[in-house]
């Protein structure tokens, strides 16, 4: 299971950080990630992070979001700073996740949080 939270109303310029858990028998957790759909379009990639901590990020919010983890709490950041309204949408995490020793890795989604940046 993952749950995203912190999601909210912020005005532009603003910052809001996002969080992510994994909960369950996990033996490991190999990528992290983040994913936003806004009305009318397509989900997209915001920025991923290895169990390692090499990190990937969309063109539209490079230096202005960090992906972060914490992997002993198997958990994924998102602090987003210098938010701008089209950055609102529903904001998604996921995570490459093996339950079993011998058992494949499944990509596992988060229930979505909504993002709202005011003008």
């Known amino acids: 299971q993952l749950q995203a939270s912190g999601g909210g109303l912020v005005q532009a310029g603003g910052s809001l950080k996002l969080s992510c858990a994994a909960s369950?028998?996990?033996?490991?957790?190999?990528?992290m990630g983040w994913y936003r759909q806004a009305p009318g379009k397509q989900r997209e990639l915001v920025t991923s992070?290895?169990?390692?901590?090499?990190?990937n990020y969309a063109d539209s919010v490079k230096g202005r979001f960090t992906v972060s983890r914490d992997n002993a709490k198997n958990t994924v950041y998102l602090q987003m700073d210098s938010l701008k309204p089209e950055d609102t949408a529903v904001y998604y995490c996921?995570?490459?996740?093996?339950?079993?020793?011998?058992?494949?890795?499944?990509?596992?989604w988060g229930q979505g949080t909504q993002v709202t940046v005011s003008s």
């Open positions: 369950g028998s996990i033996i490991s957790i190999n990528a």
């Open positions: 996921n995570a490459d996740i093996r339950l079993s020793h011998l058992g494949p890795v499944r990509t596992y």
């Open positions: 992070i290895t169990r390692g901590g090499t990190t």
